[in-house]
């Protein structure tokens, strides 16, 4: 079975993958296999209330008179050179209200610790108060060296999906979106293969707030949940 199932914040964990309830005792550290909580210039907890009905979410948050290097992110290294990674998480971000153009943070990575490339998803003001999500890939058909774009981050908890073909230089990305064959964006053509390699980590949470992200929303939190990463299967939800 290709599929890794890496569901963040569960209060059980059973050998048939997990149980949780709403009245358990969240855990005071991420669970497996987030192998990695260091957050430098922010905060991570694990508190009940999860996003879609499990007991528990990671609350992110960037401390007042963060820098740009500011992380308060948990870490999944399991991956080992993947040439291709599909990845899914929900994330809520309504008590950061009526962003600027200007206000940005990243949300989540996977990266080649080979070459330090890979994917960023962050989440940015539209200008007239609402939140999207930019993606940033390594591409070395790209003159600027990457390919960008964003898809409206609508209010609410929203499960955002991605599928990176490294190899084959494809990309795909859903919001909010159940249907495979109907992904939001689609392309292809990439050359993710020489920049990245193979997708190695994978990074949850808010790092690298810009400026007026710290001083808007220093000690609110982001929330996420319901993370899942595999090779090549749709998550969907």
């Not at 309504?94 to 200007?102: F, G, K, M, V």
């Not at 979106?177 to 997708?199: K, M, R």
């Not at 992200?213 to 969907?236: E, M």
Request: proline share 6%.
């Amino acid at each position: 079975m290709n599929a890794k199932m890496k569901v963040l914040a569960l209060a059980l964990l059973g050998l048939a993958g997990y149980a949780g309830s709403a009245a358990a005792s969240c855990p005071s550290s991420p669970v497996p296999p987030w192998s990695v909580n260091a957050p430098f210039q922010g905060t991570t907890a694990i508190v009940a209330g999860g996003l879609d009905g499990s007991a528990c979410r990671l609350d992110s948050a960037v401390s007042a008179g963060a820098s740009g290097f500011a992380s308060a992110q948990v870490e999944d290294d399991t991956p080992t050179a993947e040439p291709r990674y599909r990845a899914q998480f929900m994330v809520n971000v309504d008590a950061l209200a009526a962003p600027t153009l200007t206000t940005v943070a990243n949300v989540f990575s996977a990266t080649s610790s080979t070459t330090g490339n890979g994917i960023n998803l962050a989440i940015f003001g539209d200008g007239s108060g609402a939140w999207r999500v930019s993606y940033v890939i390594a591409d070395a058909n790209n003159p600027s060296g990457f390919f960008a774009g964003s898809v409206p981050l609508p209010a609410g908890s929203k499960h955002v999906e991605f599928d990176l073909d490294v190899t084959g230089g494809n990309f795909s990305i859903w919001l909010e979106n159940n249907v495979e064959a109907s992904p939001d964006v689609t392309q292809g053509g990439l050359n993710t293969a020489t920049p990245i390699g193979g997708i190695d980590s994978a990074f949850l949470g808010l790092a690298a707030p810009s400026d007026s992200f710290v001083a808007t929303y220093a000690g609110t939190a982001a929330q996420f949940d319901r993370f899942d990463s595999r090779r090549s299967s749709f998550i969907g939800f």
